[in-house]
């Protein structure tokens, strides 16, 4: 159709010049569409140039990249092995492909009778499609050929030989686009096919019917294909590629030659235990050292609260009643000069006061606490405050650690190394009813909870979501709590770290098998495809940690705020103050700390370190120190995770997994501290 | 052997997929290219039993609950 278009509209030109003028040529969709790991992103960074549109796509962390190239709109999607609904990636690509005009299908030339049925699937649905065949550079090293001419007929489209990694063939780009075209069907499948869009269904949407895609097929109105159908078409059309495959392709050396080593070496337990510690080392140094103390120090305490939240609190201050305390510590953190300034009438109203608040406040290791007496600014300005402590927050404390984490996710996954790593780990998870998959949402757990929460998406049941965010509520400490436990630590002695990582992980053993025993169905197994270890493209890990971070930043800020706004909230009507009262017998007779501990575990439900770092200044024992680390990373995650957690997983469920942690918190926390203190 | 499953394959050994647990997950291992009929190899076993299998030039890790269910002839 779109093509006849194209063609009167040239008559046109020739005609009146005008015509195209008032009739532009119709806007293509073009779609990138491949395995994972195939170079589509190579693709679509030559053909995007400097302009890219980056959006979440709604409801998942897939995040969908838009940009033009001749004239055309051309999107980026997620690698998949089929069209389909088996998880979000594959709903994400799915939409996009039925929305697509052109279709150009990476396709790795060393992997064809896996990449060939994502193909074969595209032709079946009745798309343009142009194949852009790549990794031809590996074929000549690997002496692999193939007949493209002959893969081009029996497909029906072009082909064309590409090397992403040296832009070969990238100049016939626009041609594939161009050329892309309707390929060959086989006969009995367009029969279903036509049974289907007699019902005035668009072809590409029946043959997902047909495979059984129930919101397709809702979306239609029509009844949904079987699963046995969808098995007869995928077992037909898997025949059909190894059929293509064997008459294109002609391998001189001898099949199944070792060529992935070091991917190897990853998986063999002997050697790929200390691959991983090496790994495990490495990523401390990077996330534990550089990111969450030297760069977040800097960037929390300097920018945060020296320069952001004391120029914005004082600039409040002016027009509204404020007391300030202003302590100077010394490099060792104790108080070597302290004056309260009040200005009942605003800062502005006293100058005489203000020029000395002023200079007092400004020097070296002054850290001022800023008292507003009106109860709106205290929830916007003050301590907690919606916009004071959040932005704080959410730009000089998360942003990094977050960033730091998808940098290294992104290097794990682009090197090859994080399927290998969840292959390897798989039985260990199996023991707690999940796969190896889940060391991704766990890991980044100790980043921040927040962010691992959202990324439980990403696992294949509703049984693994919820073991997993429980797992992460209650026993991961997140990077800003792990900091300040390990300070507490230190110097401690071997004794409490071994009776706390026991404590921790004996609780998670407990929790996690009875989840397993307790919540009903199937975990999903493992199935992964390992990809070969290359050395990660750095452009693909810088692009991936900026728009995951970005995708992340703008579904979490939100919440952030709206945490801030009820703990405001909380502070000012005095109901923050209550808890500490309740808590507080609880604090003393039970887990036998000061009374005045109760006020970390409140404030623990602001922010997990909050909770941590009041122990500080506290004078405790060392058996005390440790009941009350266990404690706290037992109790309740940050307000922010809790929020994105009831988004995530309902009220009944979040509401059960936050008691839970009350419960988990005090109980293990008070039997620990009846048996050691 | 004939009527053996996944599981039981041990580094090295060659097998023929001879039936494939039925559901979506047969649908994603026909995809990734584990089909019935197939020849393919057992490249790795972990310690556990999770399996690593090789077709062609593509290495594929199979969940050892998952290999228990997946019947091969063992070559």
Partial sequence: MKTDNLVSLDKDKIITPYTTLIKPKELQKVVLVGNPNVGKSCFFNFMSGMYVDVSNFPGTTVSITKSHFQGNDVYDTPGIYGVGSFNDEEKVARDIILSAD??????????????????????????????????????????????????????????????????????????????????????????????????????????????????????????????????RIYINRRNRVNEIVDLVEYEDSKKGEIFNHLGRLCLNPVTGIPILLFMLVLMYFFIGDLVSQRVVNFTENKIGKDLFEYNIKSFTGNYTPVYVDVKVLDNNGSVINNKTFNFPSGINANPTLQKEFSEFSKQNGAQSNFNFQNPFVKIFFGEFGVITMTVTYLLFLLLPLVIGFYFVMALLEDSGYLPRLATMLDRSFNKIGLNGKAVIPIMLGFGCITMANITTRMLGSEREKSIVTAILQFVIPCSAQLAVIAALLSGAGFAPMIL???????????????????????????????????????????????????????????????????VGIMEVSGILLVWQDVLAPFTTTWLKLPKEAANAFVMGMVRRD??????????????????????????????ASFVVMLKERGWKEGMMIWFGTWIAAFLVGGIVAQIVI | MPNSTLDKAKKGNPFIVVKLPSGNIKSQLIRLGIAEGDTLK??????????VVQKNRQEIAVGFDLAKKIHVIIQ
């Fill in chain 1, 500 to 566: 706390y990582i026991s404590v921790i992980l004996t609780v998670l053993l407990v929790l996690s098998t009875v989840l397993n025993k307790m919540l009903p169905g199937e975990s999903s197994p493992l199935l992964i495809d390992l990809p070969m270890i290359r050395f990660p493209r750095m452009s693909n890990v810088f692009k991936k940690t900026f728009f995951r971070s970005f995708g992340f930043m703008k579904e979490a800020s939100f919440w952030f705020f709206i945490g801030a706004l009820a």
């Fill in chain 2, 42 to 51: 057992c490249i790795q076993r972990l310690p556990g039993g999770t399996i």
């Fill in chain 1, 102 to 231: 052109v279709i150009l299908n990476v396709v790795n030339a060393l992997n064809l009778d896996r990449d060939l049925f994502l193909t074969l699937q595209l032709i079946d649905m009745g798309k343009k499609v142009s194949v852009l065949l790549n990794f031809s550079d590996e074929l000549k090293k690997r002496k692999i050929k193939i007949d493209t001419k002959k893969l081009s007929d029996l497909l029906g489209v072009e082909v064309y030989q590409t090397a992403a990694v040296d832009k070969l063939g990238f100049d016939q780009i626009g041609e594939a686009v161009n050329s892309a075209r309707v390929g060959k069907q086989e006969l009995d499948l367009h029969f279903l096919l036509n049974q289907v869009m007699e019902k005035s269904v668009p072809q590409s949407d029946a043959l997902l019917i047909l495979e059984g895609d129930e919101a397709i097929a809702q979306k239609n109105n029509v009844l949904c294909g079987t699963a046995d159908e969808r098995e």
């Fill in chain 1, 610 to 639: 909050f909770g941590a770092a009041g122990l500080f200044h506290m004078n405790l024992s060392i058996m005390q120190k440790t009941v009350s680390i266990i404690t706290i990373t037992l109790f309740v995650p940050c307000i």
